[in-house]
């Protein structure tokens, strides 16, 4: 149990998938500007990254290992995940409305979302099992979720404060997150 | 002349990733030395280029409706072909890049040009523009590469510039400092183009 906890914490603190591993940038930096926003996106990323890392986690170890297919791996990936952000989409508009309603616009953005691809990877090049891939991915997207809402906090207040003419927007927004990743530096040592 | 036009635009006018704010994760993630902006940028201009040229011979064939997994299933091909020469002929690179190379398949840049540019344009204009912003994003990497290296390690290239009691300020090579170089390039960028509205 504790290894799984520690899983935990290394994956969604210690290497956050954001502002230490550098994955998800694009929405990091594009629908931080609104909180709801920004919680809807979390939602939608823990909910896909979660599901698109068993289903992959399966297609390596019962198709493309038995078969040798190894080398087919990034088209493999991308195409189920796209296909399951559609599938979802569908699944959700058909028998959960509320759900879709607050997730449906964020939905075809995931499929170009880095993070996702990139943890789906990440299980199958640390040759995680089963259980390990699911921790790590939920995890993985939590700790996603922790940074984009602090990340929208901090800069619905910078809108209201005066900032160099040429700074602001996109500029002020990643030395925002150079400040928040500075932070979550101080987490690295507390696992190995 | 209009062939001309693509090429330079992607070169100061809508040079990626500074301009068009697209494929931050490897201008990100990568550039801790020049040389590795470097190897990164001229692998997306490959799958860049051959996309573009693939995606524009097939613009008339290709039906609307699926045309964007048709596009991510060209460009997956182009980045396997790039993993596998990459991994045979340039291990150590392979290496140091990693996860980065089949992420190349997620980087809006290439996705973008294919939508936007790509599905629309004869060979010749889609050749042009891919081979502009591929060089575009390689000069791009290379120069944060470059400035990271240097303030971060005192070297350009592997090769020690600075003076020999430089104490090197590694949080540059770690990923607050690329945040934060990349925010005042965009940020002095910004500032050139108020002069040059200014002055014209």
Redesign the interface.
């Known amino acids: 149990m504790s290894d799984f906890l520690l899983l935990f914490v290394s994956a969604a603190f210690v290497n956050n998938v954001v502002?230490?591993?550098?994955?998800?940038?694009?929405p990091f930096?594009g629908v931080s500007n609104r909180l709801d926003t920004a919680i809807g996106m979390s939602m939608a990323v823990v909910f896909v990254i979660t599901l698109a890392s068993a289903v992959t986690w399966n297609v390596q170890h019962y198709i493309l290992n038995p078969y040798g297919l190894g080398?087919?791996?990034?088209?493999a990936?991308?195409?189920v995940i796209?296909t399951l952000v559609q599938l979802v989409e569908m699944f959700l508009q058909k028998s959960v409305p509320a759900l879709y309603r607050a997730l449906g616009i964020f939905l075809p953005l995931i499929?170009?979302?880095?993070a996702v691809?990139?943890v789906a990877?990440?299980n199958i090049?640390n040759d995680y099992t089963f259980v390990e891939t699911l921790v790590f991915a939920f995890a993985s997207s939590i700790g996603y979720g922790v940074a984009l809402v602090l990340m929208t906090g901090i800069r619905e207040r910078l809108n209201t404060a005066p900032v160099?003419?040429?700074?602001t927007g996109?500029?002020?927004?990643?030395?925002t997150?150079?400040?928040l990743?500075?932070a979550?530096?101080g987490f690295a040592g507390m696992v190995q | 002349m209009s062939v001309v036009n693509e090429f330079t635009k992607g070169l100061w006018k809508e040079i990626p990733p500074f301009r068009l704010?697209?494929?931050?994760?490897p201008t990100?993630?990568v550039t801790t030395a020049a040389k590795n902006g470097m190897a990164m940028g001229l692998a997306t201009t490959f799958v860049l280029v051959c996309s573009n040229i693939l995606i524009s011979l097939l613009r008339n064939v290709i039906p609307r409706k699926v045309r964007?997994?048709a596009f991510?299933?060209v460009i997956?091909?182009f980045?396997?072909i790039v993993?596998?020469l990459m991994q045979a002929y340039y291990y150590p690179m392979y290496k140091i890049l990693?996860?980065f190379i089949?992420?190349i398949?997620?980087?809006?840049i290439i996705?973008g040009r294919a939508e936007a540019f790509a599905s629309k344009n004869p060979l010749l204009p889609s050749l042009a523009d891919g081979l502009g912003m591929g060089i575009g994003f390689t000069l791009s990497l290379t120069f944060l590469g470059a400035v990271r290296e240097i303030i971060g390690n005192g070297t350009l290239f592997g090769m020690s510039v600075l003076w020999s009691s430089y104490e090197p300020f590694s949080?540059m090579v770690?990923?607050?400092?690329?945040?934060?170089c990349?925010?005042?390039i965009?940020?002095?960028m910004?500032?050139v183009s108020?002069l040059q509205n200014k002055r014209g």
């Open positions: 502002l230490v591993r550098y994955l998800g940038q694009c930096l080398y087919l791996q990034t088209i990936f991308i195409l796209a499929t170009t979302n880095c691809m990139g990877v990440l090049q160099l003419s040429n700074l996109t500029p002020a927004a990643l030395i997150a150079c400040m990743a500075l979550f530096m | 704010v697209l494929g931050l994760c990100l993630a964007i997994a991510i299933v997956a091909s980045v396997v993993e596998l990693g996860l089949p992420l398949v997620v980087n809006c996705l949080v770690k990923a607050p400092g690329a945040f934060l990349l925010g005042v965009l940020g002095l910004n500032w108020t």
